[in-house]
């Protein structure tokens, strides 16, 4: 039996949607329900009620539940103590960051130190909501976050207070869609009347999804759409997008060759797009030489973009 095992039983059982649960585990639903039904074989009990919709946990899965969250705790309270250990010994800094600013901000914003910090990306972080980034951040899990905001106030109820940041820069998401034969939308925002467009969206307790949301609630005549698709990975919109299933928001850093070269097109105006900031937090109060090295730079070095919080 094996830890991941453990922890994608907790993922069904808190979803209750096989689906969703194989996304949040990043595997496909096919090898999802596989390890779940050896899980099964394994315990030699049937632990999931899949008559009812959504499913249930059997009296059986009830109690093997406990016993998952117990294990899993302890060996993820295991595991962060020996990391933390060993990268404090090697100065290491541990940043959770979703996989599109990854990809296409934290390079560009390394280049601008002089010394780079010696930061490690905490590549579990990737398939995090935006609650998994500050309670992580909390339990010592990581040093600091790097994330997206909403500009103004945070739709989303977050606790925060324990926190501190720095503003690093600014992002837009852009609505995208593949073009036409003549290179318009695809599926177009503007002037569509009653039809429903195909959206690609982002995963509804994520903190992009709440922010699109309040930004579409300021438009006028917003069209109707049918969700094909939720992702908490802008990554997993950009492909289906690409496909040619339906039109979605992304950053704009992650699509400005695709947009540069007519691969993807806008699919609305300017008013459609929804600005971001890109926030760096750590913790309050808490010494690690290392990220106070970097803070103190945010914080007087000339030309550092953002403010400090």
Known sequence: M???????????????????????????QPTFSRRIKLLEEEMGATLINRQTLPLSLTPEGEEFLTLCQD????????????G???ESQAGMVRLAAPQS???NFLPEWLDGWATPPPIKPYLRATA???????????RDECDLVLC???????????????????????????????????????????????????????????????AISRHLESQPDVPTFSVLNESIQSGNIRELVGLGYGLGWLPQRS?????????????????????????????????HQAVDAIWQSLDDGPGTPGDHR
């Open 148 to 210: 997206y905001w909403p500009v103004g106030d945070c739709p989303l109820e977050l606790e925060t207070e324990a926190f501190e940041y720095h503003l690093l820069g600014h992002e837009r998401l852009v609505p995208v869609s593949l073009p036409d034969p003549e290179g318009r939308p695809r599926f177009d925002l503007e002037g569509n009347g009653r039809r429903s467009l195909p959206l690609i969206a982002y995963h509804p307790r994520g903190l992009i999804d709440a």
């Open 84 to 86: 933390h250990l060993a």
């Open 101 to 103: 600013l990854l990809a």
């Open 71 to 82: 294990v899993t705790r302890r060996v993820a309270n295991t595991r962060q103590r020996l």
């Open 255 to 287: 699509v400005t060759r695709a947009l540069a070269g007519g691969k993807l097109v806008p699919a609305g105006s300017e008013r459609w797009e929804v600005p971001l900031e890109i926030r760096l937090y750590r913790r309050r109060h808490h010494s």
């Open 128 to 138: 995090w909501l935006a609650n998994d980034y500050f309670r992580a951040l909390g």
């Open 2 to 28: 094996e830890i991941r095992w453990l922890e994608d039983f907790i993922a069904l059982a808190r979803t209750r949607h096989f689906s969703r649960a194989a996304e949040e585990q990043n595997v496909t």
